[in-house]
């Protein structure tokens, strides 16, 4: 695509490409971002908290061992005849549980939770892609109003100084002091979107500066990123294919489905399936329940579990389970309509953005030509001062709107790659 890169204003030159190199592209300022950013840093403990999670789950099919160990006085009055005791006394117990089955439940748990990991590593991608989309329209907007407040003051500067010839004029009794109002009436019009760019370009600064956390380089030196539409899809039903297959939001919806499942699992194994274990205890006792001696006592025993009734509260654990599935099934569907709601949406501002600037840029130049030819023909007297005035206006609106469609332009692919969970820092290697 064609670009314009020199906007004629005032019959000077503004760049609008071809920065300094020593500039801040966004392929430097966003891996610090992502480095830094509070968002990704939790989900790095997410995926941790998760991990740890899968750690829990894994240790009910390993061996529990408890010790227990306490020491008293014991004192005992028996019936008549019978000898009483008073003595110290001590006990410690030694014993090892191992899970031998449990109908699946404990294999579910742990699926379950290695299901929770990759959740959290999926909601990483999507917190970091969404940080570069932040990233990227913080910049390219501080970027847009800088330019436009460029342009608004060009365009006060020359009518202000066409107000001063015409003032001139007026008192060497060649001109009109209807002219001089005209020319003050748009200078304060002039100044008026001036006013206005600049309380923007303020809100776009602490926009930036909330996302990165730092002030902006000088604004002058930042780099527009170019829009490589060669990395786009070749067309609308392809875009949505790969979204359908790359969406980070729509994979998660779908392990919530798959852990939903699990879930199901785990409460019909706790409902209908035995719990098989082997324990083994080693007791030791020493002048306990008034026997003057050391007893010890050695246990080794498989036990079978099988739950009859809870007061039917496993019951209701399942079918509340078959509930949550059905509803993360509904959300899963859902969640497809929107991502391919979001990637036609992406793709059709991309398509307006792009004709928009096209025109816009075409109005721009010829705009611009015709101011030239207007000041022309003013200074030997064959147009009016209203026309030029009107003219300047119509100029500067038109280089502003080229920019701002040529932004959307911009932001509008980097929605569209957000939707296809493709805008990684990859997109801005190389400027």
């Known amino acids: 695509m064609v670009r314009l890169k020199l906007f004629v204003l005032g019959g000077g030159l503004i760049v609008y490409a071809g920065l300094p190199v020593a500039a801040e592209p966004l392929s430097v300022v966003l891996p610090e971002l992502l480095k830094s950013h509070e968002n990704v840093l939790a989900a790095h403990q997410d995926i941790g908290a998760a991990e740890d999670r899968v750690d829990v789950a894994k240790a009910d099919y390993l061996p529990s061992v408890d010790f227990t160990g306490n020491t008293g006085y014991e004192y005992q009055d028996k019936a008549p005849g019978s000898a009483t005791t008073s003595t110290g006394f001590r006990e410690a117990s030694l014993g090892a549980t191992q899970l031998i089955w449990d109908f699946g439940k404990t294999l579910s748990q742990i699926d379950r939770?290695?299901?929770?990991?990759?959740?959290?590593?999926?909601?990483?991608?999507?917190?970091?892609?969404?940080?570069i989309r932040e990233g990227v329209s913080a910049y390219l907007n501080l970027l847009r109003i800088s330019k436009t407040l460029q342009f608004a003051k060009e365009s006060e500067a020359n009518i202000k100084k066409q107000t001063g010839l015409e003032e001139a004029l007026v008192k060497r009794?060649?001109?009109?002091?209807?002219?001089?109002l005209q020319a003050k009436s748009t200078l304060a019009g002039a100044q008026a979107n001036r006013v206005f760019a600049e309380g923007q370009l303020t809100a776009a600064m602490n926009r930036y500066r909330s996302v990165f956390k730092a002030e902006p380089s000088e604004i002058s030196t930042m780099i527009r990123p170019p829009l490589q539409l060669d990395k786009l899809p070749a067309s609308l039903g392809a875009a949505i294919e790969t979204a359908l297959k790359r969406n980070l939001g729509l994979k998660v919806a779908q392990l919530a489905l798959d852990a939903a499942s699990k879930t199901i699992d785990i409460n019909k194994a706790t409902l209908w399936g035995p719990k098989v274990e082997m324990s083994a205890d080693l007791n030791y006792e020493r002048n306990v329940s008034g026997t003057l001696?050391?007893?010890?006592?050695?246990l080794v025993k498989i036990e079978a579990t099988y739950p009859l009734f809870s007061g039917g509260s496993d019951m209701a654990t399942y079918n509340a389970s078959l509930k949550t599935s059905k509803g993360a099934n509904l959300r899963y569907v859902n969640q497809r309509r929107l991502v391919e709601e979001q990637v036609r949406n992406a793709w059709q501002a991309l398509k307006t953005s792009n004709a928009s600037a096209e025109f816009l840029r075409n109005q721009t130049i010829?705009?611009?030509?015709?101011?030239?030819?207007?000041?022309?023909?003013?200074?030997?007297?064959?147009?009016?001062?209203i026309s030029i005035l009107n003219q300047e206006t119509s100029y500067v609106n038109s280089v502003s709107a080229a920019l701002s469609a040529e932004t959307?332009?911009?932001?509008?692919?980097?929605?569209?790659?957000?939707?296809?969970?493709?805008?990684?820092?990859g997109v801005f290697s190389g400027g």
């Open 113 to 131: 939770s290695k299901i929770s990991v990759q959740q959290a590593e999926l909601r990483l991608k999507n917190t970091e892609q969404g940080l």
């Open 173 to 180: 009794r060649s001109g009109l002091q209807t002219d001089v």
């Open 293 to 298: 001696d050391n007893k010890i006592e050695k």
């Open 366 to 385: 010829i705009s611009g030509e015709f101011l030239e030819l207007a000041r022309i023909e003013r200074k030997l007297g064959k147009r009016s001062l």
């Open 408 to 425: 959307d332009e911009l932001l509008a692919y980097y929605n569209l790659l957000f939707a296809m969970s493709a805008l990684d820092l």
